[in-house]
């Protein structure tokens, strides 16, 4: 799978073009579908829009219309743009706004969250509710809003109110930034990027970056640090704890996940961008029995709602609804002809969905008043009546059911376990009186378990969809190393098997051990990219646990985004880099052109704040480098070195295989225990959202 000169069985003595595409056969299935559709996707026209060399590269300068000025061809690293320019300015420049870009994305997002509580707390948005008031006192107890003797909803306005101003406060620092580990606080005060305000930071990288303003690329970077740091201490960590108040805190469910979730018979009503204000409506409303029989009146089985990108991920997290695919599976969802309607919101949403639901049935629908689509219907989503336009927009996909063509779904569907969030974890590793991360702590201390890397981010057509990921993941859990992902990194993994329950068998000896004793698999799903400020929590826990040394910047943890697509993933990696992890992204470096900017940013941060960013476009690079950065953190913190031959079985292999079974639903295991990729024939199967009970992992840590 994901050899591009693999021969394609269907015609022998052929080359199959499209296994060069992706490493999902049901991706590749839909690829010679719209061949013979004669459609275009991003697939395809990435193949016929070469990316411009220059731009890139971070070579070109676009900040004034005396330009663009472009500094290549021999001695490029000496020229400067008319203004004076050099190379390491106007490639840090460009970096820098990337990550504004990013940060505004996120944290606008994060915004929507605060003012969506805030509606829901003071009753002008009634069909939300606080869902977890435990997590609502937590978020309270950061925030310093007092908590005692007062009404649940008094106090989540208070809390909203709070987190409104950490978006624009005049005075002060991000609140949240009090949650890093003391040394870490210590030293962005110490560099002077604490980041004080989500809008003045994204503000104050497009002025330095203005023409004639800051052009030190090392300073314009610090500023870039400080920007990053407002979205994940500030902008998606908010998301993240608001988005948990109001729809719930996850913990383990099963699902499935690839197209072959999309059902033949059913209406199939597709959500996709990232904010699960609308999506967890439209749960409601696709459960809906009225609307169930609505639908079963137009000739259709039932009502069928599926995800594509980080609203999948939302939903998916807190309702088991399973995800059709990752970004690049957002046009071969069109292509299937079973999509009534695909309901945007905001981010990651290609115009090419336009025209391309024209040629079919689908509606494709916009909701949000800052993304419009020309070509595209307007369903404007309104707080206040949430669940009557997620009515609507449902009933608007059982009306067009009968409108269906010709439907061409690829049979692929893979069982997953998501929902692992930092409380989870804390909470399965000593339950509700002893939780902590002692047992993750002296598991790494001991070598059982070598490190830790997140796999995060996009698909990018540039490169072989889901290749670097899947391989990644695979690679670390055979080496012992725990992975975490979100975003459309941890679809796909999903898609390729890895968050099954099947996977432990794929996971080193010593991983393996771990793994069976707390009770978790080896890939865990933390949820969306603003869940990425998870990942930031989870690594301060570990590293103030004790035995792992006192900051980010001490353990043995690496952070990847293989297939980095667009500025949020640019912002996530920055931000962590700045909180002290070290960083390496796929496919290609957008300052490559200034080796002064990649060397600021990868030896030149490793000094400042302990943290890197790298860019490497080969995966078996990316993993070996990782290992050795895993490895050399272990070192430092006079760890045993890494040795599997030490550990072996435990002696709880059979039980974990009865309870493995039984969360899948399957009577077995495949053989290889590796990317098995379902392919059955059965579409009316159940998607069976089943919570994983915490006592299945309970009993388990004392069998
Ligand atoms: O916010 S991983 S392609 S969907 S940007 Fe977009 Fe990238 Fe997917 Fe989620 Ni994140």
Not at 299 to 326: D, K, Q, S, V
Not at 559 to 573: D, F, Q, R, S, T
Not at 588 to 613: D, F, H, K, Q
Not at 654 to 670: H, T
Request: charged letters at 20%; aromatic letters at 4%; glycine letters at 10%.
């Amino acid at each position: 799978m994901g050899d591009p000169k693999s021969v394609d069985p269907a015609a022998p003595g052929t080359v199959d073009p499209f296994l060069a595409k992706s490493i999902d056969p049901a991706a590749i299935e839909m690829l010679h579908h719209a061949e013979d559709c004669g459609i275009g996707t991003a697939f395809t026209r990435a193949d016929d829009m070469k990316p411009c060399p220059i731009g890139e590269s971070g070579a070109c300068c676009r900040i004034c219309s005396m330009g663009p000025c472009r500094l290549v061809g021999k001695g490029s690293q000496e020229k400067t743009g008319v203004c004076g320019a050099d190379q390491p300015t106007i490639a840090s420049r460009h970096f820098a706004r990337q990550v504004a870009g990013g940060v505004a994305a996120h944290s606008d997002h994060g915004r929507d969250m605060a003012l969506t509580l805030l509606a829901a707390a003071n009753g002008s948005a009634p069909d939300y509710v606080i869902k977890d008031e435990q997590k609502l006192m937590v978020v309270a107890g950061y925030l310093g809003v007092a908590t005692a003797g007062r009404e649940v909803n008094e106090i989540a306005v208070e809390v909203a109110e709070v987190a409104l101003d950490q978006f624009g406060q005049p005075h002060g620092d991000i609140i949240y930034t009090k949650r890093a580990t003391a040394k870490r606080q210590a030293l962005w005060k110490k560099l002077g990027i604490t980041p004080r305000a989500v809008d003045r930071e994204v503000t104050e990288v497009m002025h330095r970056t203005h023409e004639g303003v800051d052009l030190d690329a090392e300073n314009i970077l610090k500023s870039a640090l400080r920007c990053s740091l407002a979205d994940g201490w500030g902008g998606a960590m908010l998301s993240t704890d608001i988005s948990d108040i109001l729809f719930g805190t996850p913990s383990p469910l099963t699902s499935e996940v690839n197209l072959g979730v999309l059902k033949a018979d059913q209406v199939n009503i597709v959500v996709h961008g990232h904010e699960p204000s609308l999506s967890a409506m439209m749960v409601e409303a696709s459960r809906d029995p009225e609307m169930i029989a609505e639908a079963q009146a137009k000739g259709a089985a039932g009502i069928n709602l599926a995800g594509i990108c980080c609203t999948a991920n939302e939903i998916l997290m807190r309702y088991g609804i399973p995800p059709a695919g990752n970004f690049l599976h957002q046009e071969l969802a069109v292509l299937t002809g079973a999509v009534e309607v695909m309901v945007v919101d905001v981010q990651c949403i290609m115009q090419a969905l336009s025209p391309l639901a024209q040629r079919f049935h689908t509606k494709l629908v916009t909701t949000s008043p800052k993304a419009r689509i020309p070509g595209a219907e307007h369903v404007q989503f309104d707080e206040a009546t949430a669940l009557d336009t997620a009515k609507a927009l449902v009933r608007m996909a059982i009306d067009n059911y009968p409108n269906r063509g010709p439907v061409h779904i690829p049979d692929y569907h893979e069982p997953l376990v998501a929902g692992f969030s930092h409380e989870y974890l804390n909470y399965m590793q000593g339950g509700f009186h002893r939780a902590s991360f002692r047992p993750l702590n002296d598991a790494i201390i001991a070598g059982r378990v070598r490190g830790l890397a997140g796999i995060v981010g996009c698909n990018n057509a540039r490169v072989t969809q889901d290749l670097a990921i899947v391989e990644l993941i695979k690679s670390f859990i055979a080496r012992d190393v725990m992975v975490v992902v979100t975003g459309c990194a941890a679809t796909a993994g999903a898609k390729a098997g890895f968050l099954s329950p099947e996977i432990l068998d794929a996971a080193g000896p010593g991983l393996r051990e771990v793994m069976e004793a707390i009770g978790i698999p080896p890939v865990l799903h933390l949820g969306s990219c603003v869940d990425n400020s998870r990942i930031l929590t989870v690594l301060t826990q570990v590293a103030t646990e004790g035995g792992l040394g006192e900051d980010i910047d001490d353990l043995p943890a690496v952070g990847l985004c293989p297939e980095w697509m667009c500025e949020k993933a640019v912002a996530i990696g920055t931000y962590f880099a700045a909180s002290g992890a070290h960083v390496i992204f796929g496919v290609g470096s957008p300052v490559r052109a200034s080796s002064e900017v990649t060397r600021l940013m990868t030896t030149g941060w490793e000094e400042l704040v302990g943290g890197s960013l790298e860019f490497e476009p080969d995966w078996e690079k990316m993993l070996a480098r990782s290992l050795e950065l895993i490895d050399a953190k272990r070192a430092a913190l006079k760890l045993p070195a890494y040795d599997p031959s030490q550990f072996g079985a435990s002696g709880d292999t059979l039980y974990f295989e009865a309870v493995r079974d039984q969360l899948s639903g399957r009577g077995g295991k495949p053989a290889d225990g590796t990317h098995s990729l379902s392919h059955d024939h059965d579409h009316d199967h159940d998607h069976g959202h089943e919570h994983a009970t915490p006592a299945a992992h309970v009993d388990a840590t004392e069998a």
